[in-house]
């Protein structure tokens, strides 16, 4: 029994660990966490009697306040989050290539917006709610900031 109550206390600790420090928020992993180390220390108290209960459940908590002390002091989610961050910009400079009524070949469908080839070139483009399919021949109507606005090419 006491493997039993040792193993559920500890991997009640490590899943709540998981879920602080981890998974944020209340999920199943936290849920299963308090159940195991509650179910543990319910054992300890059932098994052995009140004081070494007492004394199960003081040494389970100072057990988990020492590991979340410890994961967040080595910085163990900082293996796990993005520490950089997408520096590029949709259709940058476009201003001294693309000029209203330039020709091109839409690169994906356009439902309203996709991509688009001009001048050897890929952009990103929309219409004025048209939806044109990938290989479609269209013409830059007007240039807003960075949108390129675009219509089909009626032959």
């Not at 992993?29 to 009140?50: K, M």
Request: charged residues 15%; hydrophobic residues 50%.
């Amino acid at each position: 029994m006491t493997w039993i109550i040792a193993l559920l206390i500890i991997a009640g600790i490590a899943l709540l660990i998981v879920e602080v420090v981890f998974i944020p928020g209340t999920t199943v992993v936290g849920l299963l966490g308090l159940i195991f180390l509650v179910a543990g220390v319910s054992f300890s108290y059932s098994h052995y009697g009140p004081e070494t209960g007492f004394y199960i459940l003081l040494l389970s908590l100072l057990a988990f306040a020492f590991a979340l002390y410890w994961s967040f002091r080595k910085g163990a989610w900082k293996k796990f989050s993005l520490n950089q961050s997408i520096e590029s910009r949709v259709n940058e400079g476009i201003t001294q290539v693309l000029k209203a009524g330039m020709e091109g070949v839409a690169v994906s469908a356009l439902r309203p917006a996709g991509s688009a080839e001009f001048e050897g070139k890929i952009f990103e483009v929309t219409t004025h709610g048209d939806y044109l399919a990938a290989g479609s021949r269209i013409r830059i109507v007007e240039i807003q900031g960075s949108t390129i606005i675009v219509e089909p090419v009626t032959a």
